[in-house]
């Protein structure tokens, strides 16, 4: 009886193990994998073993319609189990049972013909449930992940598809004597689901190229409104800094008068008046006169955090070869170094020993653009899969997307580190 039972033992765990694994393949990614392996092997090791009794008693019209039920329960079981969308898993679920459907007509009516027709069986449903999982992998599990809202409008199509199979298979009497009787409306069939689901993959792919387009779109344009706010942003930082200067070339051409009334103070031995008024002066900041670099554009948005850096006891070292004329928009450089400096000076503020609250600042731009700069970090910063600094405050991460852009653009490279507490940023243009 062992030996009677192997071949259909085989062909239920091979057949088993491939739809299951059909299943897996078509999976989303950002489902939860372990728990669907183990979820899906205690399903088909169940199926296994109940199949064995209808095995002995060689009733195989009622083992199909025993599997047939299973999937619906299982179908219904899964969606709690591994939190899977409804429309979505029901539409995998139904389309891998109608590939085994389409799979078992072709072997078994194939199988006939061939020598040792319970083994060659086998072999053919391993072989034709792998060319389904090879051809999915290669032409339709990238529309599978990307589309995963555009399903349900297939639904139908599919439950449709199922029913006829069903009618076949499940509800007209003997199984085998089914196939035998009606291998050429079955084959027809088989024919016509194939097209079917062709251009279900069609449309779907087309939807796709759509989608991405629609997104690329949208994400343009909100790359540009973000570059034109931070451009806007800078114009008026600039024109601030510009007022800053003909304020300090006023206060500088009336300089001559604050030295008649500091003399005058003197002749008049009013010494602790004219020591008032140098303290005052001496704490004025005038970014104005602060040099860094050839480029003004620059110069200016360097001048104005070095302000902001000293004023929080933050010492701001830069070695800077920043020339007037430059291969990149100077505008958009300028929002690049606000934004870096920016985020150094917020890191370095939070550094409690104040010997530790340096900033490194160094430019060059021959041969190519490099610039870096290094700050002290109160603690790690955590990054996403590409390298960037990530954060969950709302209102936060702006300034570091606006520096992808630019780097983009320019088809550069950004690169961010942190070592031993200092954080380090580098950008190569």
């Not at 047939?68 to 389309?95: D, Q, Y």
Request: proline letters at 3%; one cysteine or more.
């Amino acid at each position: 009886m062992t030996q009677t039972l192997f071949p259909d033992i085989l062909r239920s765990l091979v057949t088993n193990t491939m739809f299951m694994t059909l299943l897996l393949v078509m999976m989303p990614s950002n489902y939860n994998k372990r728990k669907s392996v183990i979820f899906f092997i205690l399903v088909a090791l169940f199926q296994i073993a109940a199949s064995i009794y209808f095995y002995r008693v060689r009733d195989y019209t009622n083992l199909a319609r025993y599997i047939f039920l299973l999937v619906v329960i299982v179908s219904l079981i899964s969606i709690p189990v591994l939190k899977v969308r409804f429309t979505r898993w029901l539409f995998n679920l139904i389309t891998v049972t109608n590939v085994e459907f389409i799979i078992v007509v072709l072997s078994y009516t194939l199988s006939r013909r061939m020598p040792y027709p319970p083994y060659a069986h086998t072999l053919l449903r391993f072989l034709l449930f792998l060319l389904v999982i090879v051809m999915y992998r290669r032409y339709a599990s990238y529309i599978n992940e990307k589309l995963q809202d555009q399903w349900g409008v297939f639904f139908i199509t599919s439950v449709a598809v199922l029913v006829n199979f069903a009618n076949y298979l499940l509800l007209d009497g003997d199984i085998e004597t089914m196939m035998k009787a009606n291998i050429v409306p079955l084959m027809l069939l088989i024919i016509l689901v194939i097209i079917i689901y062709i251009g279900i993959f069609i449309t779907l792919k087309t939807l796709s190229s759509e989608y991405e387009l629609r997104v690329r779109d949208l994400s343009g344009r909100a790359n540009e409104e973000l570059m034109q706010s931070q451009m806007n942003y800078m114009r008026n930082m600039l024109r601030i800094i510009d007022e800053g200067l003909k304020k300090s070339r006023i206060e500088s051409h009336d300089r001559r008068h604050f030295d008649n009334t500091l003399m005058k103070l003197l002749e008049d031995n009013r010494t602790e008046k004219a020591m008032t008024l140098l303290k005052e002066k001496g704490r004025r900041v005038e970014t104005g006169k602060r040099y860094f670099c050839s480029n003004a554009t620059v110069n200016a948005a360097i001048a104005y955090y070095a302000a902001l850096a000293h004023k929080q006891d933050i010492v701001l070292k830069a070695r800077l070869d920043i020339p007037e004329n430059l291969p990149v928009k100077e505008l958009e450089l300028a929002i690049v170094v606000a934004n870096l400096l920016e985020n150094a000076i917020q890191a370095s503020a939070q550094i409690a020993d104040m010997e530790k609250r340096i900033i490194n600042f160094i430019f060059v731009s021959q041969p190519q653009i490099v610039f870096e700069i290094e700050n002290p970090c109160p603690e790690e910063v955590p990054l996403d899969a590409e390298g960037y600094p990530t954060t969950e405050e709302e209102g936060h991460g702006l300034g570091t997307r606006s520096v992808v852009i630019f780097v983009d653009k320019y088809q550069g490279q950004l690169l961010y580190s942190q070592k031993n507490g200092i954080f380090q940023v580098r950008v190569v243009i």
